[in-house]
């Protein structure tokens, strides 16, 4: 059974950073693509950001320029660096990892940005 551990939420002022981790607990095979999706109270979940295996990283407009993410694949693991944090991005984040068909998320993690 494939589960994703987050880490690295937290209350952070405007302006602040904050790097979430993603780890895979699987081993024998690797996923075609990882990223992070986040949920704000009152909406939908909405893609942040994603890498495919031997791809380029891909964002949403509301985070290009402040956001990083970066993947580690010979470990499942997948990082999300946060910069210029505003208060709008406050939400819970989760980790979604794909592989073929299959979708797999994260339990998530709570990034509040509030001075």
């Known amino acids: 059974q494939v589960q994703l551990v987050e880490s690295g939420g937290g209350l952070v002022q405007p302006g602040g950073s904050l790097r979430l981790s993603c780890a895979a607990s699987?081993?024998?095979?690797?996923?075609?693509?990882m990223g992070w999706y986040r949920q704000a109270p009152g909406k939908q979940r909405e893609l942040v950001a994603f890498i495919t295996t031997g791809g380029s990283p891909n964002y949403a407009d509301s985070v290009k320029g402040r956001f990083t993410i970066s993947r580690d694949s010979a470990k499942n693991t997948v990082y999300l660096q946060m910069n210029s944090l505003k208060s709008e991005d406050t939400a819970v984040y989760y980790c979604?990892?794909?592989?073929?068909?299959?979708?797999?998320w994260g339990q998530g993690t709570q990034v509040t940005v509030s001075s």
């Open positions: 979604n990892a794909k592989r073929f068909q299959n979708d797999y």
């Open positions: 699987v081993r024998g095979f690797s996923f075609n693509a």
